[in-house]
């Protein structure tokens, strides 16, 4: 696609709930990145994608957080038992150009809001 | 650590002032981002700056690079309305790595007219 896709756009949760959360890269990147910003923040880091290979997770804030691009394409972060402090909007995010390694400037999607009760 | 830290964090000012919104970072990095956020929307890229005295300039907004002072300065020039949003500023990881970007908290623009 020409940009950066994620689905869903709102998703509501009950604490203790497993959620999965999708992004649809820029066509063709081999880079992908998902970040976390809770309300009123800037975006912060949490993980790290070359192609399929997941290359840095130190940003995920606990083992209750699971990101995977098994086909280095479409990438699924997913959150088990989710916990209120989870409500935030995940957002993933391509570099600008096709190479791989150093970041430059990046393409956010639109997000995906959630919002554990 | 790297550090991003903007000023001010909410800032109110009337159409066609001028102002300038500062955005300092703790460590070594020769790579800075300026993002406009909208209520509910994602990030829009405004400007990369990718050298010691870089300066770029869109409409009413310029942006500055001073790396020796690790410094950066989003300025804007008769303010019109339009241009409330939240800014961002992010720093690009020094380490050589891939890391992404670490950004400031924003600083929430209002514009009134």
């Known amino acids: 696609g020409a940009g950066v896709s994620q689905s869903p756009r709102y998703k509501v949760a009950k604490r203790g709930q497993d959620v999965a959360l999708r992004c649809d890269p820029i066509s063709g990147h081999v880079s992908l990145f998902w970040y976390q910003q809770a309300l009123g923040q800037g975006p912060e880091f949490l993980t790290y994608?070359?192609?399929?290979?997941?290359?840095?997770k130190s940003g995920l804030p606990s083992d209750r957080f699971f990101a995977e691009r098994p086909e280095g394409s479409v990438s699924t972060l997913k959150i088990q038992r989710t916990q209120q402090e989870d409500s935030a909007v995940y957002l993933c995010?391509?570099?600008?150009?096709?190479?791989?390694?150093?970041?430059?400037?990046?393409?956010f999607g639109e997000g995906s809001r959630l919002t554990v009760l | 650590e790297l550090k991003v830290e903007q000023n001010p964090l909410f800032l109110s000012m009337q159409e066609g002032k001028n102002y300038t919104i500062y955005c300092n970072y703790s460590?070594?990095?020769?790579?800075l981002y300026w993002y406009r956020q909208d209520p509910g929307k994602s990030l829009e890229s405004l400007f990369v700056l990718l050298s010691n005295g870089a300066v770029k300039q869109e409409g009413r907004l310029m942006a500055s690079l001073d790396t020796k002072a690790r410094l950066s300065t989003l300025h804007i020039t008769a303010a019109v309305h339009d241009l409330s949003a939240t800014y961002f500023c992010?720093?690009?990881?020094?380490?050589?790595?891939?890391?992404?970007?670490?950004f400031g908290k924003g600083t929430h623009l209002i514009i009134q007219p």
């Open positions: 460590t070594t990095s020769d790579r």
């Open positions: 992010a720093v690009d990881y020094p380490g050589g790595g891939a890391d992404g970007l670490t």
């Open positions: 995010a391509s570099p600008g150009g096709r190479l791989a390694g150093r970041t430059g400037e990046l393409f």
């Open positions: 994608f070359q192609n399929e290979a997941q290359l840095d």
